[in-house]
Protein backbone atom coordinates (compact mmCIF):
# COMPACT_ATOMS: atom_id res chain seq x y z
CA UNK A 1 0.00 0.00 0.00
CA UNK A 2 0.96 3.89 -0.02
CA UNK A 3 3.72 4.74 2.46
CA UNK A 4 3.31 8.33 3.78
CA UNK A 5 6.11 9.60 5.77
CA UNK A 6 6.66 12.65 7.87
CA UNK A 7 10.04 14.86 9.20
CA UNK A 8 10.78 15.75 11.44
CA UNK A 9 9.25 13.29 13.95
CA UNK A 10 9.84 15.83 16.74
CA UNK A 11 10.31 19.82 16.57
CA UNK A 12 11.37 22.16 19.52
CA UNK A 13 10.87 25.77 18.66
CA UNK A 14 11.23 29.15 20.46
CA UNK A 15 8.30 31.48 20.01
CA UNK A 16 8.50 33.33 17.03
CA UNK A 17 10.28 30.71 14.83
CA UNK A 18 9.36 29.69 11.75
CA UNK A 19 9.27 25.91 10.58
CA UNK A 20 8.82 23.31 7.92
CA UNK A 21 7.38 19.87 7.80
CA UNK A 22 7.70 17.70 4.98
CA UNK A 23 5.43 15.03 3.68
CA UNK A 24 6.54 12.55 1.41
CA UNK A 25 4.05 10.20 -0.19
CA UNK A 26 5.01 6.92 -2.41
CA UNK A 27 2.24 6.96 -5.01
CA UNK A 28 -0.07 9.49 -6.76
CA UNK A 29 -2.60 10.82 -4.71
CA UNK A 30 -6.18 12.06 -5.03
CA UNK A 31 -6.44 13.84 -2.09
CA UNK A 32 -4.02 15.01 0.79
CA UNK A 33 -4.37 16.87 3.74
CA UNK A 34 -3.03 18.24 6.49
CA UNK A 35 -4.28 18.12 10.05
CA UNK A 36 -3.00 19.75 13.24
CA UNK A 37 -4.70 17.59 16.58
CA UNK A 38 -4.19 19.76 19.56
CA UNK A 39 -3.37 18.78 23.17
CA UNK A 40 -6.79 18.06 23.80
CA UNK A 41 -6.99 15.44 20.68
CA UNK A 42 -8.99 17.33 18.45
CA UNK A 43 -8.26 17.05 14.51
CA UNK A 44 -8.49 20.56 12.85
CA UNK A 45 -8.54 20.99 8.82
CA UNK A 46 -5.86 22.59 8.13
CA UNK A 47 -5.55 22.50 4.14
CA UNK A 48 -7.04 20.31 1.98
CA UNK A 49 -4.25 20.36 -1.06
CA UNK A 50 -3.79 17.88 -3.27
CA UNK A 51 -1.62 20.43 -5.85
CA UNK A 52 -0.36 23.55 -5.43
CA UNK A 53 0.21 25.99 -2.68
CA UNK A 54 -2.62 27.43 -0.32
CA UNK A 55 -1.79 29.91 2.67
CA UNK A 56 -4.03 30.82 5.65
CA UNK A 57 -2.50 33.33 7.93
CA UNK A 58 0.45 32.39 9.39
CA UNK A 59 0.13 28.75 8.07
CA UNK A 60 0.88 28.05 4.38
CA UNK A 61 1.14 24.65 2.41
CA UNK A 62 2.26 23.66 -1.12
CA UNK A 63 2.34 19.67 -2.80
CA UNK A 64 4.23 18.89 -5.42
CA UNK A 65 2.35 15.81 -6.21
CA UNK A 66 4.27 15.02 -9.47
CA UNK A 67 7.65 14.99 -7.32
CA UNK A 68 5.27 12.80 -4.43
CA UNK A 69 5.82 15.51 -1.52
CA UNK A 70 3.92 18.30 0.28
CA UNK A 71 5.32 20.84 2.93
CA UNK A 72 3.27 22.92 5.51
CA UNK A 73 5.13 26.28 6.69
CA UNK A 74 4.53 27.78 9.82
CA UNK A 75 5.52 31.27 10.36
CA UNK A 76 6.18 33.02 13.38
CA UNK A 77 4.67 30.14 15.68
CA UNK A 78 2.91 30.39 19.12
CA UNK A 79 2.40 28.78 21.88
CA UNK A 80 -1.19 27.32 20.91
CA UNK A 81 0.71 26.05 17.67
CA UNK A 82 1.82 22.95 20.18
CA UNK A 83 0.53 19.43 18.93
CA UNK A 84 0.90 16.55 16.19
CA UNK A 85 0.58 17.68 12.64
CA UNK A 86 -0.61 14.85 10.57
CA UNK A 87 -0.58 14.40 6.71
CA UNK A 88 -3.16 12.23 5.02
CA UNK A 89 -2.88 11.11 1.50
CA UNK A 90 -5.60 8.56 -0.28
CA UNK A 91 -4.72 6.81 -3.59
CA UNK A 92 -5.82 8.27 -7.01
CA UNK A 93 -8.64 6.16 -7.75
CA UNK A 94 -11.60 7.69 -6.75
CA UNK A 95 -13.25 8.04 -2.85
CA UNK A 96 -10.62 5.71 -1.51
CA UNK A 97 -9.66 5.97 2.82
CA UNK A 98 -7.23 8.49 4.07
CA UNK A 99 -3.71 6.82 4.86
CA UNK A 100 -2.04 8.85 7.59
CA UNK A 101 1.71 9.33 8.57
CA UNK A 102 2.94 8.88 12.14
CA UNK A 103 2.84 12.95 12.45
CA UNK A 104 5.43 15.94 13.54
CA UNK A 105 5.11 16.80 17.05
CA UNK A 106 5.50 20.24 17.29
CA UNK A 107 6.27 22.03 20.68
CA UNK A 108 6.53 26.17 20.69
CA UNK A 109 8.10 27.07 23.54
CA UNK A 110 7.51 30.82 25.08
CA UNK B 1 -24.49 21.95 11.36
CA UNK B 2 -23.05 19.64 14.41
CA UNK B 3 -20.17 18.62 11.62
CA UNK B 4 -19.51 15.06 12.67
CA UNK B 5 -20.53 13.80 16.20
CA UNK B 6 -19.37 10.89 19.02
CA UNK B 7 -20.51 9.26 21.63
CA UNK B 8 -19.24 8.61 24.48
CA UNK B 9 -16.30 11.03 24.60
CA UNK B 10 -15.00 8.18 27.44
CA UNK B 11 -15.58 4.69 28.37
CA UNK B 12 -14.58 1.93 30.34
CA UNK B 13 -14.87 -1.63 29.39
CA UNK B 14 -14.24 -5.25 31.02
CA UNK B 15 -12.99 -7.91 28.76
CA UNK B 16 -15.43 -9.32 26.48
CA UNK B 17 -18.19 -6.96 27.31
CA UNK B 18 -19.67 -5.53 24.06
CA UNK B 19 -20.30 -2.44 23.14
CA UNK B 20 -21.19 0.36 20.49
CA UNK B 21 -19.13 3.78 19.24
CA UNK B 22 -21.76 6.03 18.21
CA UNK B 23 -21.37 8.14 15.06
CA UNK B 24 -23.31 11.03 13.40
CA UNK B 25 -22.85 13.68 10.87
CA UNK B 26 -25.65 15.87 9.74
CA UNK B 27 -23.51 17.09 6.58
CA UNK B 28 -25.35 15.05 4.09
CA UNK B 29 -22.14 13.45 3.71
CA UNK B 30 -21.76 10.05 1.31
CA UNK B 31 -19.09 8.67 2.68
CA UNK B 32 -17.87 7.75 6.42
CA UNK B 33 -14.96 6.01 8.22
CA UNK B 34 -13.97 4.81 11.72
CA UNK B 35 -10.24 5.17 12.91
CA UNK B 36 -8.27 4.31 15.97
CA UNK B 37 -5.54 6.08 16.91
CA UNK B 38 -2.87 4.31 19.00
CA UNK B 39 0.23 6.22 20.95
CA UNK B 40 2.99 7.01 19.19
CA UNK B 41 0.88 6.14 15.16
CA UNK B 42 -0.93 7.78 13.04
CA UNK B 43 -4.57 6.88 12.59
CA UNK B 44 -5.21 3.72 10.75
CA UNK B 45 -8.64 2.67 9.44
CA UNK B 46 -11.04 0.37 10.82
CA UNK B 47 -14.30 0.37 8.33
CA UNK B 48 -15.70 2.46 5.88
CA UNK B 49 -18.57 3.40 4.06
CA UNK B 50 -19.14 5.31 1.14
CA UNK B 51 -23.17 5.06 1.08
CA UNK B 52 -25.71 3.89 2.84
CA UNK B 53 -26.17 0.27 2.85
CA UNK B 54 -22.62 -0.19 1.85
CA UNK B 55 -19.70 -1.18 4.11
CA UNK B 56 -15.90 -2.08 3.58
CA UNK B 57 -12.70 -3.10 5.63
CA UNK B 58 -9.75 -0.96 6.48
CA UNK B 59 -6.41 -1.80 7.63
CA UNK B 60 -7.27 -3.65 10.86
CA UNK B 61 -11.01 -4.67 10.88
CA UNK B 62 -10.67 -7.61 12.99
CA UNK B 63 -13.22 -7.22 16.54
CA UNK B 64 -15.30 -4.51 15.31
CA UNK B 65 -18.67 -4.64 13.10
CA UNK B 66 -19.91 -1.52 11.44
CA UNK B 67 -23.41 -1.09 9.23
CA UNK B 68 -25.08 1.87 7.50
CA UNK B 69 -28.56 2.10 7.32
CA UNK B 70 -28.93 5.98 7.33
CA UNK B 71 -26.75 8.20 5.21
CA UNK B 72 -26.54 10.39 8.99
CA UNK B 73 -25.18 7.45 11.15
CA UNK B 74 -22.12 4.55 11.32
CA UNK B 75 -21.83 3.27 14.41
CA UNK B 76 -19.24 0.75 15.39
CA UNK B 77 -19.53 -2.49 17.09
CA UNK B 78 -17.06 -3.99 19.33
CA UNK B 79 -18.27 -8.11 19.66
CA UNK B 80 -16.15 -9.15 22.78
CA UNK B 81 -13.61 -6.30 24.12
CA UNK B 82 -9.88 -7.07 24.65
CA UNK B 83 -7.25 -4.83 25.90
CA UNK B 84 -5.54 -4.63 22.13
CA UNK B 85 -8.26 -2.45 21.53
CA UNK B 86 -7.71 0.41 23.96
CA UNK B 87 -7.51 3.09 22.17
CA UNK B 88 -9.27 6.36 20.90
CA UNK B 89 -11.70 6.40 18.24
CA UNK B 90 -12.37 8.89 15.44
CA UNK B 91 -15.25 9.35 12.96
CA UNK B 92 -14.92 10.55 10.10
CA UNK B 93 -16.83 12.01 6.67
CA UNK B 94 -16.77 13.61 3.64
CA UNK B 95 -18.73 15.59 0.59
CA UNK B 96 -20.67 13.53 -1.38
CA UNK B 97 -19.18 12.43 -5.05
CA UNK B 98 -20.80 15.54 -6.37
CA UNK B 99 -18.90 17.97 -4.85
CA UNK B 100 -15.68 19.35 -6.13
CA UNK B 101 -13.71 18.43 -2.47
CA UNK B 102 -15.89 15.47 -2.00
CA UNK B 103 -12.90 13.55 -0.75
CA UNK B 104 -12.14 16.34 2.06
CA UNK B 105 -12.40 14.37 5.42
CA UNK B 106 -13.74 15.91 8.28
CA UNK B 107 -13.19 13.99 12.08
CA UNK B 108 -15.32 13.82 14.97
CA UNK B 109 -13.85 15.17 18.76
CA UNK B 110 -13.34 11.10 19.28
CA UNK B 111 -13.73 8.45 22.05
CA UNK B 112 -11.33 7.43 24.18
CA UNK B 113 -11.80 4.00 25.18
CA UNK B 114 -9.75 2.10 27.95
CA UNK B 115 -10.30 -1.92 28.21
CA UNK B 116 -9.05 -3.79 31.14
Known amino acids: GIQVEQSPPDLILQEGANSTLRCNFS?????LQWFHQNPWGQLINLFY???GTKQNGRLSATTVATERYSLLYISSSQTTDSGVYFC????????????FGKGTRLSVIA | NAGVTQTPKFQVLKTGQSMTLQCAQD?????MSWYRQDPGMGLRLIHY???????DQGEVPNGYNVSRSTTEDFPLRLLSAAPSQTSVYFC???????????????FGPGTRLTVL
Open chain 2, 49 to 55: SVGAGIT
Open chain 2, 92 to 106: ASSYSRTSSRYNEQF
Open chain 2, 27 to 31: MNHEY
Open chain 1, 49 to 51: IPS
Open chain 1, 27 to 31: DSVNN
Open chain 1, 88 to 99: AVDLNSGNTPLV
